[in-house]
């Protein structure tokens, strides 16, 4: 089975790396392994850049853009969540006045620890 987003080419960066995963839980949800992704409204990162938080260093391994509406509860565990709800509602919450259109693109960035 081919990965649809494999061969995808990407757009210049919007953002660095730094500015990736920048709230403090998120950070521990990261450095805890409960958190193996994240999603932006740019693209903050290239495969194979690191990203160090806390003296700690992960690498991305995939980016794609993917719509709001082909988030799964699987996703929302990849950001640390229990379920899609959970997620939206803090995505909301971070985000007043956002609407959570089905239609609206994202970027994904999939990242795992560094092998020391």
Not at 10 to 32: F, H, Q, S, W
Not at 89 to 97: A, E, F, R, T, V
């Amino acid at each position: 089975m081919s990965n649809p987003h494999e061969n995808q080419v990407l757009p210049p960066k919007t953002c660095t790396i730094d500015r990736m995963i920048t709230l403090p839980a998120d950070i521990e949800k990261v450095i805890k392994g409960q958190k193996t992704a994240t999603r932006r409204n740019g693209r903050y990162a290239d495969v194979g850049e690191i990203m160090e938080l806390q003296g700690h260093r992960y690498v991305v391994e995939r980016v794609y853009s993917q719509s709001l509406g082909e988030l799964t509860d699987e996703h929302a565990r990849q950001e640390g969540f229990d379920n899609l709800e959970a997620y939206k509602q803090s995505i909301l919450s971070m985000h007043p006045g956002m609407p959570w259109l089905p239609q609206m693109r994202v970027w994904v960035h999939e990242f795992r620890p560094v092998e020391a």
